[in-house]
């Protein structure tokens, strides 16, 4: 127990004191996970608009798979990315493996399901009474999508954080495609895992925190824009 | 083009939900600048078939007429077509966004530019009673406030047709009170032609010129208010009109359109151009119905004799149930149910005249 709380006060001299390679790494986190989130926000929402708004035979089908793809372990992507990106994979030619890119690949993989679905879920959340009022009103096919997509627009900043949180939490895809490279690609997860083993309590404590501090942090933004 | 032109027609309209017919054979003229009701009970079709004429469905048989251009199919010319029009849907939903942004949604998509909108939505706001509450998240509004939003995000586009879909349904009376005066008002300003469907009868008197009887997604009967009150087509239009004395009987004999109908022990006069042995109904209005104690020498070709079985008041009426061979329901005032002592198990003769009386063959 002393040796937890002795791991915890040093922790927070780490973050208080700015520690150079704690900040570099957790900057580098964000980074990463932000891009990821970014990309896959910007295919995730058209793409869920376009499957929402459109009946086609195989909807529903479509919709459970994404749904199930939720639930797809990181390591599966990561090993999918790995054999991708690999030398003798197909786009082994691009040498992203073991850089931050590789990373995001596998990240923007990991939550586009997730952002999709919960997109078709929020518009679909939307009352159809909405969309026949915007109808009657003379809104053509696309002002009646873009006022859904407007009207669901907090469901759906609900979607990118939920993308962001399983982005900058998963550990799996980082070690297998990013390699755990310090200075290149060790993010907060990797050097947990790694310090821990190691025995290093107090440095994977102080980095764990600063992730529950994202993560609050990143809420508090989504829980403001909802109740606006 | 000439003014007798309808502005919306409809031919065989029709409209099949899960293998059930909801709307059948619907052939419509709507009148510019009239006022139309349609009334039915819930469950008739009205909301189905506003949604047909607006376009915002398509049906599965029939034909929509638009100043006489055919609008069912194209889907260019729907939605010029529904940009001519304005439903407001029975459910008052609005946009999350505030109430001035809510009522120029409509504009917005018609391409106005602001300045314009803006010219517009202050008149359409003073109109409304809703200049102070611009700023407001419509969301926050009350049912009756957000109806006022509805109503005057659908105006603000000057439709040619305004659709209302149970305007006052869910409202308590102040609130209904101030919708009818609103919807009074857009009909002497703008003259639109106003199509609403309501199941509520004395509004639909209130507010329109015409009338179409809806029932079980068939139009039964249209025309005047007189005629729709008076002579209901069918027994259920009878009911829904508010025909209390419903009373089956035969023909027995027709002279200069004066029948003679036999009920179970009965005769009853009344002038219909039905002939000797058809099944028919009865139907007589209970206002039409008077009591008095003893046989008097009036008129009233039909007088029965009978006990009174029931009587309720309410307010400055007394409804009074007498069985004379058959149920017969009179109203009175509460002061004449005093001054003659009405009461439960008395002896009254109820009489009607033979022009009370509106006859309907039975199926």
Redesign the interface.
């Given at each position: 127990m002393t040796e937890l709380w002795e791991g915890f006060t040093k922790a927070i001299e780490l973050i208080v004191s700015l520690d150079p390679e704690v900040m570099q790494i957790a900057g580098r986190s964000l980074a990463i996970a932000a891009t990821s989130c970014i990309i896959a926000t910007l295919i995730a929402i058209p793409l869920g608009s376009v499957i929402q708004f459109n009946s086609f035979r195989g909807k529903r089908l479509l919709v459970n798979i994404i749904q199930t793809l939720y639930s797809v372990p990181t390591v599966v992507i990561g090993l999918f990315v790995f054999a991708f990106l690999s030398r003798a994979g197909p786009l082994g030619s691009l040498g992203f493996l073991f850089t931050p890119a590789a990373i995001v690949i596998g990240q923007v993989l990991l939550v586009l399901p997730i952002m999709m679905g919960l997109t078709i879920s929020a518009l679909r959340g939307v009352?159809v009474?909405?969309t026949?009022?915007?109808?009657?009103?003379?809104?053509?096919r696309f002002?009646t999508a873009f006022?859904v997509i407007?009207?669901a627009r907090f469901a759906m900043l609900g979607a990118v954080t939920m993308g962001f949180g399983r982005a900058i939490s998963e550990v799996g895809i980082s070690l297998m495609v990013g390699g755990n490279i310090s200075g290149v690609t060790r993010t907060l997860t990797t050097a947990i895992s790694l310090e821990t083993s190691k025995g290093y309590i107090e440095l994977s404590l102080a980095l764990g925190m600063i992730l529950l501090f994202i993560a609050l942090v990143v809420n508090i933004i989504l829980n403001r824009l909802q109740q606006r | 083009m000439s003014n007798n032109e309808p502005i919306i027609q409809t031919t065989d309209l029709g409209q099949r939900r899960n293998g059930r017919d909801v709307l059948r054979n619907i052939n419509l003229r709507i009148e510019r600048g009239k006022v139309f009701a349609l009334i039915g009970p819930t469950g008739s079709g009205k909301t189905t078939l506003l949604r047909l004429l607006d376009l915002i469905d398509s049906p599965s048989q029939g034909k929509v007429y638009f100043n006489g251009t055919d609008v069912t199919e194209s889907g260019k010319q729907r939605l010029e077509t529904r940009r001519r029009m304005a439903f407001v849907l029975q459910k008052p939903v609005v946009f999350n966004a505030n109430v001035y942004d809510n009522i120029a949604y409509g504009l917005k998509w018609r391409g106005m530019n602001r300045d314009d909108i803006r010219n517009r939505l202050d008149d359409v706001l003073k109109m409304v009673d809703l200049t102070d509450f611009h700023k407001r998240n419509a969301r926050m509004l009350s049912g009756g406030e957000m109806q006022r939003v509805a109503i005057a995000r659908a105006i603000a586009t000057e439709p040619e047709v305004l659709l209302l879909d149970e305007p006052t349904a869910n409202l308590d009376p102040v609130s209904t009170t101030r919708i009818e005066e609103l919807i009074t008002d857009i009909i002497q300003r703008y003259q639109t032609t106003i199509v609403m469907a309501t199941h509520d009868m004395s509004q639909g008197q209130r507010l329109a010129d015409r009338v179409g009887m809806l029932l079980t997604g068939e139009i039964v009967q249209t025309g005047g208010w007189h005629e729709a009150l008076n002579s209901p087509r069918n027994r259920e239009m009878a009911r829904f009109v508010g025909i209390e004395n419903i009373i089956d009987g035969v023909v027995l004999s027709s002279e200069d359109n004066v029948v003679t109908i036999s009920t179970d022990d009965s005769i009853i006069e009344a002038i219909s151009d039905c002939a000797a042995g058809e099944p028919v109904h009865a139907c007589i209005r209970s206002e039409e119905v008077t009591l008095a104690l003893s046989r008097l020498s009036t008129s009233a070709r039909n007088t029965f004799s009978g006990e009174i079985t029931r009587i309720i008041t309410t307010g400055p009426v007394a409804r009074v149930e007498i069985d004379c061979g058959f149920r017969l329901v009179a109203l009175v005032t509460k002061r004449s149910a005093e001054e003659m002592a009405l009461e439960k198990g008395r002896q009254v003769f109820a009489s009607f005249k033979a022009t009370a009386v509106h006859v309907i063959k039975r199926d």
């Open positions: 009352d009474t909405l026949d009022t915007a109808i009657s009103l003379g809104a053509n002002q006022l407007r009207e | -």
